[in-house]
């Protein structure tokens, strides 16, 4: 089975060594995918100190961002926001940050219900507060 890497001129960089994602037969798997901007080290919605710890956020921009993004690499890799099957989410704070994430979802995925796990996780690789794994399928 051919397994190809792929990736997208739109979303941000890795933060580390993983592609954007890897087609594998008619399935396209994104690696997890935050809310920051390409190029650019800044996060919507979020004031960080001096130190680079969160002072405060804003789950509301930083929903609407990882969609765009997820959109942007889903687009740029062959397949379409109507193609996700399955995702992941990852909170750092449910208490909080669920019900606002959840009505954004059900906004974004009103047409396409793909199968969803939310988790609340202590914390993410970089000063962000939701992250999405998603797997969609792919028609080349």
Known sequence: MKKDIRSSSRAPEAV???PHARKVGNLLFLSGVGPRK???KEIPGVTLD???NITSYNIEEQCHSVFQNVK???EDCGSSWDNIVDVTVFLTNMKDDFKT???LYAEYFKEN???RTTCEINCLPTPIAIELKVI???DE
């Open 16 to 18: 580390g060594l993983y």
């Open 38 to 40: 390409k190029d650019s």
């Open 50 to 52: 001096w130190d680079g």
């Open 72 to 74: 942007y690499i889903l």
């Open 101 to 103: 994430y959840n009505k």
């Open 113 to 115: 219900q793909p199968c």
């Open 136 to 138: 969609a399928t792919i």
